[in-house]
């Protein structure tokens, strides 16, 4: 009776993995072909648009648009370390851009006494010593190895960015 109950729990196991299977893999079909109709729908509304269009139609397409974006992502998610680097080299340049704008060759206007600057050029400080320590930790060559996985670093990338910012506003009040 024993072996009996082991193999109907066994049997019943099996079937519910591989039905659960079967599921998963008709969900992600069924998004496939979701997106190829969507991407379909979305090239025939964009033709249309480049003819004659109007606002109602406009706006489908618009929608169409985000919907296809919206399940590409779904089907084929960004690497976190590759985001990471994107954002990364973003912010770089932006800081570069805030500081030759205080630090560049026609800044005969800026007063350095002046303490809304200092605390400008201290944050700008602030936000080299993040995309270092940042390109330090992502490349591995960080002095003691956090072993942080990519997303975490990401999170933590955008969590100070956000406390920087916040500390930037402040400076402009």
Known sequence: ??????????????????????????????????????????KEQEEILDKKYTDKQEKKVKDLSWEVGKLKKELHPEDPEEVLKRKLSAF???TLIHENSYKGENVEEVDFNDPKVIKVLEAIEKR?????????ELSGNAKLTTGKSAQELLDEFEQEKMELSDTTKDTRE
């Open 92 to 94: 770089k340049q932006m």
């Open 128 to 136: 080299k010593q993040l995309i270092e320590r940042m390109e330090n």
């Open 1 to 42: 009776m024993r072996k009996l109950n082991k193999l109907l729990v066994v049997t019943l196991s099996a079937a519910a993995s591989l039905s659960l299977g079967i599921i998963g893999v008709d969900a992600y079909a069924d998004k496939q072909q979701r997106l190829a109709q969507m991407e379909k729908e979305f």
